[in-house]
Every structure is written in C-alpha cells, then in structure tokens.
C-alpha cells in the first residue's frame, strides 16, 4: 500500500510530528489534535477508528480515489470532532454500519458509502456531526440511521438504494436535513420512530420509494418545509400514534395509495401544500383524536375512484381556504364523532359528490364555493347534520341532498344552474333552510317528497324551469315540509304539458305566508303516473287473454298456481280467517322475446281486478331510468319510477345490469338499495318484477342478497319451439288478415328449425319480424300485379321468407 504522510499545523511539533506512515491505523496513533492527514489513492483493508480531531482526506484532484474496505466491521468510526473528506467507504458486514459516528461534532464531506451494511451511516449517542454532499448506496440496509439521542446537519447529501429506510431516526434522535434527495429505498423514504424523536427537513425530495414516503409513528415528531414526496409504492405520507407532523410548501404527488394517512390520535399540520395524482384518498384521516388542518392548500387530480379527502372512527379534518379540485368525490365525513370544519374553500370539477356525510358525522362549511359536482352535499342519515353558512353551489346536477333522517341546517347558501334540483329531501330526512336561494334550476328549486318534515324559512326561488317549489307526499303520511315567508317567481322555461298528480299534498304552512309561495303544482310529464288505465277487465277475461298466448305452458300454471294463493287469501280474509302472506314480487328469466313483458302486464290487470293493485298498470325500465350519472341522481331517478308504479308493476328489464360483473363504484348498487328500501316500505302499493337472462339473472340474486330475499318466486320462460314460433306468425297473419298458402307453414317450420339459435335469437320477436319481413316482400311481388285477386293480396308463400342469416 502506498505511504500516509501526517503534517501539523503548529511549527513547534512539525520536525515531531511530520512523517511518512505504512498504514492508516498507524497515521492515527501518531496524529493529534489538529492534525491533518492526506492519504494517496489506493484501497485500504483497515478498520478505521478516529479517537482526536484531526483532519482525514484524500489527494487533491483524485476524488474518490481512497477507498476504505475492510474485509468485516466497521469500516470508519468517528468518536471526536473529527473532519474528514473525500473518502470512498465500502462494508459489507450485515450487523454493523459501513460509517459510525458515535460522539463529537466532526464534519463530514464528499464522502460516497457504498455498502450492504446494517446502516450506510449511523450516528447515536451524543454526536452532532455536519455532513456535506455525501452519498449512500446500501442494498443491504438503512441508509441514513440517527438514533440514541443524537443530532446533527445533513447537507445536499443523498440516499441512492437503501435496502430498508432511506433514513430512519429514532430513539429519541432529532437532526436535520437540509436539500437532501433519498430515493430508491425499499422501506419508508424517511421514517421516524419514538418519543422524542424529531426531524426537521428542508428542501429535500424523496421518490422511487418502495413503501410510504415519510412515515411518523410512536409520539414522533416532524417538520418538514420545502419538500416533495413522489412515486411511491405505499402511501404518501403515514402517520400512526400519537405523530406529529407538520408540511409547509410541501408537494407530494404521483402516489399510488393514499397521499396522506393518519390515525391513532396523530396530528397533521399542511400549510400551503399541494396533494395531487392519488390513487386512493388525499388526505384519509382516522380515530379519535386523530386531526389534521389544511391551511392555504390546493388537493386535485386524483387517479383513481376514492373521496380527496376522508374522514371516518371520529377523527376532525379543518379545511381553510383551501382548493379541492378534479376529484371523483371531494369530502367524505363518516361515522359518529367525525367532523370536518371548512371554510374558505373551493371545491369544483367533482365527478360526483362534493361533500357526503353520513353514519352520525357532522360538518360546518362557512363561505365556500362549490362548483361542477354532480352533487354539492348530500347528507345521507340518521344523526348525520351540521351546517352550511354563507355557501354556493353553482353548475351542480344536485345542490344539497338530505336523506334517511338527516338533519342538518343551511343558511344563506344559494344554488346556480342545478340540472335536476337545487335542494332535495327525501326518505326521511329532515333539515332547516333558511335564507336560502335556487336559480336557473333546469329542475325543481325545493324538491320534497314523501312527506320529509323538513323547515324552510325566507327561501327563494328564480327560474326554476319545473318550479321553484315540490312538496310530494306520495305515501300518504299526512306530514310535509314546515314552509314561512318563502318566494317565488314561478317562471319556467320549458312548456311541458302536465297531468294531475294524486300524489302531490299541500304543505304545512304556518300563519303568515298567504300566498308567498306557490300552491303545489302539478307535476310534469316527465315524471307524471302514467294515464290511468281503461276499466279493469274481469279476471277470468285476463286469465283468458293469457291462456291464448303461444306456448309457456309452464308460466301459465306458475301465474295461475299464485293467482289461485291471492284470490284464496282474500277470500279467507272477508271471511274473518288468517291468510297466508304470498309475495307478489317476481323473477322472470330467459331469453329475450319469449313474452315476460306481456305476462307481467296481464299480473298486473289479474292483480287490479282481483282488488290487491290499485291500477294495475306497467310501468317498464331498465338501468338507463334508474341509474344516472352521479351519486345522488340515481336514488332520485328510482325513486321517481316507482312512484310512477304506484298502485302497479314495476317492470325492471335486463335487471342484471345494475350489479355488473366489475362494478367497483358503479351507481347501479345505489339503485338496488333504493328499491330494495322502496319494496319493503311499501310492500302492498307496488308489484316489482325484475326480468332478464336466465344464467345472469342468477348471478344478480346471488351477489345481492337483500333483493332476492324480496321475491316469492322465479318463473323461467323458456325459448320458443318452431312450431310455436309458426303459430305465432299464423296469429299475426290472423290479426292483419293474411293466410299461409299451401306449402308455406312447411317452409316456415323448417325456416325456424334452421334458424341459428344463438344469444341474440328472439323467439317470439323473431317470429313477428319475421312475419313482417314476409309482408313487405309479399307486397314487392304484389305491386307488380295490375289487378291482384283476394288471394294475391292475402296469401302468403314459401318465397316470401326472407333469407337465412
């Protein structure tokens, strides 16, 4: 190996002390105190230990070119106020760090530490070192570990590869870090742990982390200002039992789970901080005690289907002027003991609710705006309330909804633009209005149904295309709204013709309002019940209409076994006895075509002529009426058909389609709890029939088990024969006054044996298309005769049929 020259800085030790060393171990026991040692470019096996203050570094202009690698051990311990500069370190002793600083306050520079140690550089106890510019790249473990009690500076230094934590401190330790960059570490970037531990960042920037960014657990504590969190594997930034931390214009992006975790009675502090492309929530706050305050700060774009903000398990969240912004939902408060406090705040492009609470949870909005949400805020339940002062709510398809016995108050807020209403109450829910405005509703302003006690004081309404105000009690309870002072303009800008709704009821009105607001109107067509249907036919008449049907052999003895159930129930009934409860809902499955639709408009006229429906009229939807694009619009739209079924069938085709297969967070699951809801409140007003293929419709009953509890029984309609296929061309042919000439019905019933039978096949459609297929051919080879006989014009032949597919 090459020499080790020592020199000194004092001229009465320099003949001494000045000299050329074999090893570096033997340098060190030389020098003292102030002594400078210069060590060539070479590879040096030694462990070395630094016991005084001296200076070690490498040659000028050859940085790097001194590499310290001891077969085991550690490679440089440092136990004075030592400087040391420019040195390569190399380690690869798994239970020991590659540099250890036990005591002293040296100063470390350039140092590059490339190792698969326990630690690339560990500092305990009570040192204080000040590290420059120095490199770690340590496969085998924690980058940067400061533990014990001790301190010190790391300046512009950098964590490239750590096989654990990037830096980990604990123990009590509290250093700082200024302009660091830690990346590539298969733990957290930064992980403080323990009483009394404490970091204090600047400037720095972790990324490519193979875990959580900066994680603060055990009463640890953390002041980071400056920094940038990004491309993690785990959350952001997590922090768990009783951490503390605080964010100031910090950035923390591109993650794929939460941005921003916390629990266990831990504090967040954000101050003019971004959150943006999250995975799952920005800020997800839990447990008692467990707070965080966002202060000047901006949360938007998020990746994936999760609430920007979340708080839940009784935590508080404090939002102050801070921006909220593209997002699938905003604010999400649940569970008793949650709340949330925002003020200042602006929340828009919101694909679906801006602000939710539920489960018992409060908020307080004072002076916010929200723009571009399908819902502004939608108060879910029972014990769930709070208050929104002084807010606005422009561009939303609903501003506030309320809902299940929510409570909540709202003062002075107004609502632009809604597409469907301003404020919506339903199920139960409660609330007090006050002061509160609507304009430029494409809807209704107020819009309140089923006979919600809801109070509304010194309201207004302009522009309200459908009416300013909608009080429904649609289920006869004889309550409604408590409405003083509140006005109207009235004035629409739609034409719709109306039609009388039996289900409106005035509202409660106490004594001064005379006249301020508009009686309750009369509902529009596009939510009206349909027209009342001609006088019920006699039963055995709709029994015989169904009994000509072509087929369903076994439908016909299901409808009539239950028929049979109710007509016998009644009749035990008028005679004083106990009837058995029959279920009238029912699962029709099969394939398309086969007359599900018409057997469920004959249940329902059996049903109103035996006394059990009021109207028995059909009311038919699919996913597309019930389901709409947002949280909020989906329960409005079912409970609108259903109102329209009232006293019918509600017929509820390709019923499947509301649980698919990847639903993730589709709105068909809202819908089917509606319904479900719906069926049981009203079990006697309403007949719910849900129809579809057969394989599917039993995936759907599976999957959703407190609809299928609902239903008595499941009718299967199986395909049609070709031979009832014929019979039900020779029907339509007997409608319209056509007959089969001779050899036709023979090729017709080949036509239909040939016939692919695959999923789009539409057994009784396909025979009436194909009825009209041969009528419009017929009258191609018709309009060539220049005077057609009878026959010409009624007979239909074998070359009529169209050609197979």
């Known amino acids: 190996m090459g020499t080790v020259q020592v020199t000194h800085s004092g001229t009465s030790r320099w003949r001494r002390r000045t000299g050329e060393y074999s090893s570096l171990a033997a340098a060190l026991e030389a020098a003292g105190d102030g002594d400078v040692l210069t060590v060539p470019a070479g590879t040096y096996r030694e462990n070395l230990v630094l016991q005084r203050s001296v200076t070690l570094r490498g040659p000028e202009g050859a940085r790097g070119s001194v590499r310290i690698a001891p077969a085991d051990g550690v490679a440089l311990t440092i136990r004075a106020s030592a400087t040391v500069h420019d040195l390569h370190l190399e380690a690869t002793d798994s239970a020991s760090p590659a540099l250890l600083v036990e005591d002293g306050a040296p100063e470390l520079a350039d140092i590059r530490v490339v190792t698969r140690s326990a630690a690339g550089i560990e500092v305990r106890g009570g040192a204080r070192p000040t590290v420059r510019r120095c490199t770690v790249d340590n496969a085998g473990g924690v980058g940067i570990s400061v533990l014990d009690g001790a301190g010190g500076v790391f300046e512009e230094c950098e964590v490239m590869a750590a096989g654990q934590a990037g830096v980990a ?67 952001g930034v997590t922090l768990d039992t009783d951490a503390v931390l605080t964010l100031a214009d910090c950035d923390i992006h591109d993650i794929p789970e939460n941005a921003v975790d916390l629990r266990s009675r831990s504090v967040l502090t954000l101050t003019r901080s971004t959150v943006r492309h999250f995975g799952r929530n920005g800020l997800s706050v839990w447990d008692p005690g467990t707070r965080v305050d966002a202060n000047q700060c901006e949360i ?91 807010c606005t709510i422009d561009g939303a398809q609903t501003g506030v909804i309320v809902t299940k016995g929510a409570d909540p108050t709202i003062e002075g807020c107004t609502v632009s633009s809604p597409a469907e209403a301003g404020f919506y109450v339903s199920a139960e829910g409660r609330g ?38 909608e009080f429904a009690d649609a289920h006869g309870t004889g309550v409604g709204p408590t409405v003083e002072d509140c006005t109207s303009d009235e004035s629409r800008t739609t034409q719709a013709p109306t039609v009388t709704a039996p289900t409106v009821q005035q509202a409660t009105q106490t004594a001064g309002l005379l006249g301020n607001i ?17 006088p019920g036919r006699p039963s055995e008449e709709v029994l015989g209409e169904l009994d000509t049907l072509v087929g369903l052999d076994s439908v016909k003895r299901e409808v009539r076994s239950l028929i049979n159930m109710i007509e016998v129930g009644r009749r035990r009934q008028e005679a004083g006895l106990k009837a058995a409860s029959v279920r009238r809902h029912l699962v029709f499955t099969g394939s398309p075509g086969t007359g599900k639709t018409t057997v469920a408009r004959l249940y329902g006229e059996i049903l109103h002529s035996l006394g ?13 009426d019930l389901v709409g694009e947002h949280i909020g619009s989906t329960a409005i739209r079912t409970q609108e058909a259903f109102d329209r079924a009232r006293g019918g069938v509600l017929f509820v085709d390709e019923a499947y389609a509301l649980s698919p297969e990847d639903s993730g967070r589709d709105f068909g699951k809202e819908a ?13 007003a309403v007949v719910v029939i849900v129809a579809g293929y057969t394989a599917e419709m039993e995936r759907f009953l599976a999957v959703n088990p407190g609809i299928s509890s609902r239903f008595s029984r499941t009718i299967r309609f199986g395909d049609y024969a070709p031979e009832e296929l014929l019979r039900i061309v020779e029907q339509q042919g007997e409608e319209h006054e056509y007959r089969l000439a001779e050899g036709a019905g023979e090729a017709l019933l080949k036509y239909f044996t040939t016939l692919p039978k695959g999923p789009s096949f539409g057994n009784g459609r396909t025979a009436r298309q194909t009825f009209e297929a041969m009528v419009e051919r017929h009258a191609g080879r018709v309009a060539e005769l220049t005077e057609p006989s009878t026959d010409d014009l009624t007979l239909l032949y074998a070359e009529d049929l169209p050609e197979l597919p």
Not at 435 to 454: A, L
Not at 612 to 624: K, Q
């Open 612 to 624: 059990v429906l009021e109207r028995g009229h059909l009311v038919e939807v699919s996913r597309v």
């Open 672 to 684: 089917i709890d509606t319904l479900v809801k719906l069926m049981e409140d009203h079990r006697d």
């Open 169 to 235: 401190v604990r123990g009590g330790a509290h250093p700082r870090l200024e302009n660091c960059r830690i990346h590539h570490a298969s733990g957290a970037g930064l992980s403080l742990t323990g009483d009394g531990s404490a970091v204090e960042a600047v400037g720095c920037e972790l990324y490519e982390i193979k875990g959580a960014g900066v994680q603060v657990a055990a009463r640890a504590t953390g002041h980071l200002t400056d920094c940038t969190v990004h491309r993690t594997t785990a959350d």
């Open 432 to 469: 007090t209005f006050h002061s509160c405005r609507v304009t430029g509703s494409s809807g209704f302003g107020f819009h309140v149904i089923d006979g919600c006690r809801t109070t509304l004081t010194r309201c207004r309404t302009e522009r309200c295309a459908r009416g300013g105000y």
């Open 300 to 390: 938007h774009d998020s990746t994936g289907d999760y609430p920007a903000v979340w708080v839940s398990d009784g935590a508080t969240a404090v939002l102050d002027s801070t921006r909220v912004h593209d997002v699938p939902d905003a604010l999400f408060v649940l569970d008793r003991g949650s709340r949330a406090d925002v003020v200042d705040c602006d929340i828009a492009q919101v694909r679906n609710t801006a602000v939710s609470v539920s489960d018992g949870a409060t908020v307080q909005l004072d002076d916010c705006r929200i723009r571009e949400a399908s819902t502004g805020a939608w108060f879910r339940d029972h014990g769930s309330g709070g208050t929104l002062a002084n």
């Open 518 to 534: 508009p009686a309750p109107r009369q509902a529009p067509a596009a939510i009206a019940a349909p027209e009342e249907p001609a």
